[in-house]
């Protein structure tokens, strides 16, 4: 074991980038070698089961998240739970809208497909609307998925049903922990999915990838731009402790690739650079970590898009805007896990597009979803926690009756010269 | 005997959520699809809910905030 304890010290995103380098290249370099063919093969199997097992692992973990955000996250937040929760949500909601955009301008997406009328806003809405009816009526995914919410929040609510949610909340931990248990095979699996981009899509795929990956390094990072903008415009917080936060939080959670991970340095430099009260600072960035993945919520959308251009599926920006919805609820279950975007929310992409083969569109998607598109995403997630808690203390500290004083921010400025130093 | 009705339940909970999913994904798990009724999972999903009331679980820990 001692002879292999340097690869155990290798980052888990670092790891799955030099899988994913490795993959492509073998299957670039040997599209028709049999053993190379064997390993993409190999590759496909656990993404296939987590197609099969879809309903249950999103129910859980979906209805897990709904309990334990009304049980645990409402009490310690008290007053601000309403304030936080349509802040993530509002958050969530707006950048999907951006992420739309920005396909817009960098994609030759149509408005809708060809031989289907564009239809008007309200025409567009009955439409989204009737495409939801139809999926949840025939769908096990999406009824899982209403099912989760609904069936979560009411156990939660209500205190004899509470045993329905704590078991809920087991059944969710559990399902992480055998995640968890097999993050070591993650890179693995990646670098034998990747053999199959340019196996199966030639020099096109390995193109393709490459600009999924810069598109949601375009929008993530756009985005984070405004974000530090909306901070200095909006909020009390200085260009400098918007840059000291940013300068280490957002390397940490790009490093990391987990929002997890990154949680204890966003905590503190939320609190140290940004200048954020304890108590505002822990709660918004707790709740952040489990509710927010906007970012991740964008690259998704971004993701869609090639995946369909590699499978030759038709899509238009009515499709995309079908997403948004279950995507942004989807956000919520907040798995934890790199890649874990692309395993939970990729089975119900795949249904609302109507794809031929769920299981080859999950595959897929989950190897396009890999390597520097979770890091950029996970990257911006952990900043947005700090912004959101910037708003709460500054924007609405009177109403919460604690507003900052002018020692705290004086305090919060001579605190910049502290920094958190990365993931350590 | 709660514990025993509990996991039953859970077992057959899980079940009705898997199997009419199952025509996708493993091609190997598909024949858990020959029994699906309209409506399953939705009928799984009061199943599992009404497993984990038998199974009585304690009040789970909160535990995602990092000691510093």
């Not at chain 1, 334990?68 to 009490?75: D, P, V, W």
């Not at chain 1, 906007?294 to 998704?300: A, F, G, I, K, Q």
């Amino acid at each position: 074991m001692g002879k292999f304890s340097w690869y155990s010290k290798i980052p888990l995103p670092i790891l799955v980038v030099m899988y994913l380098v490795v993959g492509l290249t073998v299957g670039f370099m040997f599209p028709t070698n049999e053993v190379a063919k064997a390993l993409f093969t190999s590759g496909t199997y656990f993404p296939k089961t987590i197609v099969t097992f879809a309903a249950l692992l999103i129910f859980n973990l979906l209805a897990a998240a709904m309990s334990k955000l009304l049980l645990f996250h409402k009490g310690k937040a008290g007053k601000m739970f309403g304030l936080i929760f349509g802040l993530y949500l509002s958050m969530a909601c707006v950048s999907l809208i951006f992420a739309t955009g920005w396909i817009m301008v960098l994609t030759d997406v149509p408005l809708s497909l060809p031989g289907v009328e564009t239809p008007g806003l309200a025409a567009w809405a009955t439409q989204i609307g009737h495409t939801f009816a139809n999926v949840l009526t025939q769908q096990p995914l999406m009824q899982a998925l209403a099912g989760a919410v609904v069936l979560g929040w009411i156990a939660a609510r209500f205190k004899v049903l509470n045993p329905i949610a704590y078991g809920f909340i087991y059944a969710g931990d559990a399902i992480l922990w055998f995640f968890k248990k097999l993050l070591w095979y993650y890179p693995i699996m990646i670098g034998c999915l990747a053999i199959g981009i340019p196996m199966k899509f030639g020099a096109k795929g390995m193109a393709l990838y490459g600009q999924g990956v810069m598109w949601v390094a375009i929008c993530t990072l756009s985005w984070v731009g405004l974000m530090i903008l909306f901070c200095r415009f909006v909020t009390k917080r200085s260009w400098k402790q918007i840059f000291s936060y940013y300068g280490a939080v957002w390397p940490t959670g790009f490093g990391t690739g987990g929002s997890y991970d990154t949680l204890a340095v966003n905590i503190l430099s939320a609190e140290h650079d940004l200048g954020l009260r304890e108590d505002v600072a822990e709660i918004s960035i707790v709740f952040g970590t489990v509710l927010n993945k906007n970012c991740s919520t964008m690259s998704v959308l971004i993701v869609t898009i090639i995946v369909a251009k590699l499978l030759n599926i038709p899509i238009s920006l009515m499709e995309i805007l079908t997403l948004i919805p279950p995507v942004m609820i989807l956000g919520l279950e907040s798995p934890g896990i790199p890649g874990g975007a692309g395993y939970f929310m990729s089975p119900i992409i795949a249904i609302l597009l109507g794809v031929p083969d769920e299981a080859i569109y999950v595959t897929t998607f989950v190897s396009v979803f890999s390597g520097l598109v979770p890091m950029f995403s996970t990257a911006g997630n952990t900043t947005d926690d700090g912004v959101v808690g910037a708003i709460i203390q500054d924007c609405f500290g009177n109403w919460l009756g604690h507003a900052p004083t002018h020692g705290e921010l004086g305090l919060a400025e001579a605190a910049t010269s502290h920094t958190t130093g990365g993931a350590s | 005997m709660k514990k025993v009705i509990g996991w039953a339940l859970v077992a057959a909970g899980s079940w009705m959520l898997v199997a009419p999913q199952s025509l996708t994904g493993l091609k190997g798990l598909r024949w858990m699809a020959a029994t699906t009724f309209p409506g399953e999972v939705l009928v799984g999903i009061v199943v599992l809910a009404a497993a984990y009331y038998f199974l009585d679980f304690p009040v789970p820990k909160m535990n995602d905030k990092p000691s510093h």
